[in-house]
């Protein structure tokens, strides 16, 4: 058995709502698995945290729980001189085409790069997003150690920004005036939640955003915020004015 596998090497079999929920999972490529076949340290961490069929085949990381812990997949970082580590669950990832995934972790959406490879260009892009006022729920650059499963660690980082409820938007096929009507957003263009829509909407048109994604949430501290911050010459925000200057039919 490699020393080397991830959550993608494995087909989820079932789940299991013992020790705060754990996968039954199974080699993609069928081969058999022997605890006696792996390396001694990873042997002994195995045979510590994870559970298996007669020591063949299946094998069941588990994740923290009471102390206990399988960790399948963490981001370790620096807080205050400590070192703080979270451990992500696979099974409340969410798919993202640029990073690891995505995940909810004290409030705040994480979204974990592997490798600090893509580290300069986005703060970079960010920087320029917060110095154009766009809204994007307080995104924060943070370093730090990504391990998954019996991977090496690798030094990445994460984008966190606050976790974002509303109705989504993604143009083309989720138009804004969609999101508008589903939160109830006011047609006064003297309504507070209206001129800040509008006002991240021409931002974002200032700014040349590309992939125009977020959230409209009405009477929340940001009642339009963007996702995947992406700039370019691209002229697509202009339909998101279209949609707010046509919402806006009374004084």
Same mark, same amino acid.
């Given at each position: 058995?490699?020393?080397?596998?991830?959550?993608?090497?494995?087909?989820?079999?079932?789940?299991?709502?013992?020790?705060?929920?754990?996968?039954?999972?199974?080699?993609?490529?069928?081969?058999?698995?022997?605890?006696?076949?792996? @390396?001694? @340290?990873? /042997?002994?961490?195995?045979?510590? &945290?994870?559970?298996?069929?007669?020591?063949?085949?299946?094998?069941?990381?588990?994740?923290?729980?009471?102390?206990?812990?399988?960790?399948?997949?963490?981001?370790?970082?620096?807080?205050?001189?400590?070192?703080?580590?979270?451990?992500?669950?696979?099974?409340?990832?969410?798919?993202? /085409?640029?990073?690891?995934?995505?995940?909810?972790?004290?409030?705040?959406?994480?979204?974990?790069?592997?490798?600090?490879?893509?580290?300069?260009?986005?703060?970079?892009?960010? /920087?320029?997003?917060?110095?154009?006022?766009?809204?994007?729920?307080?995104?924060?650059?943070?370093?730090?150690?990504?391990?998954?499963?019996?991977?090496?660690?690798?030094?990445?980082?994460?984008?966190?920004?606050?976790?974002?409820?509303?109705?989504?938007? &993604?143009?083309?096929?989720?138009?804004?005036?969609?999101?508008?009507?589903?939160?109830?957003?006011?047609? @006064?263009?003297?309504?507070?939640?209206?001129? /800040?829509?509008?006002?991240?909407?021409?931002?974002?048109?200032?700014?040349?955003?590309?992939?125009?994604?977020?959230?409209?949430?009405?009477?929340?501290?940001?009642?339009?915020?963007?996702?995947?911050?992406?700039?370019?010459?691209?002229?697509?925000?202009?339909?998101?004015?279209?949609?707010?200057?046509?919402?806006?039919?009374?004084?």
């Amino acid at each position: 058995m490699s020393d080397e596998y991830d959550h993608h090497d494995f087909d989820i079999i079932r789940t299991d709502s013992r020790f705060g929920i754990f996968e039954e999972l199974s080699l993609k490529d069928k081969s058999t698995v022997s605890i006696s076949n792996c @390396s001694f @340290s990873f /042997r002994a961490e195995l045979e510590k &945290h994870v559970m298996t069929d007669g020591c063949y085949g299946t094998i069941y990381p588990m994740y923290t729980h009471e102390g206990r812990k399988w960790v399948l997949m963490s981001f370790t970082y620096m807080e205050s001189g400590r070192p703080v580590e979270k451990v992500l669950l696979w099974a409340e990832r969410i798919d993202s /085409r640029e990073s690891l995934g995505i995940w909810r972790v004290d409030g705040k959406a994480w979204k974990v790069f592997r490798t600090t490879d893509q580290l300069e260009k986005l703060r970079d892009m960010y /920087r320029r997003a917060e110095v154009g006022e766009l809204p994007m729920g307080r995104p924060k650059f943070v370093q730090g150690t990504v391990q998954q499963g019996s991977n090496r660690p690798t030094q990445g980082f994460v984008l966190m920004v606050n976790w974002m409820t509303g109705t989504y938007f &993604h143009l083309p096929t989720k138009q804004l005036n969609v999101a508008l009507k589903a939160e109830k957003i006011s047609h @006064s263009k003297s309504a507070r939640d209206y001129i /800040r829509i509008k006002f991240g909407c021409e931002a974002a048109l200032s700014l040349r955003l590309n992939d125009c994604q977020g959230y409209v949430e009405n009477y929340a501290s940001e009642p339009i915020a963007f996702i995947d911050v992406h700039l370019s010459t691209s002229t697509m925000a202009e339909a998101l004015v279209d949609d707010i200057v046509e919402w806006g039919t009374q004084p």
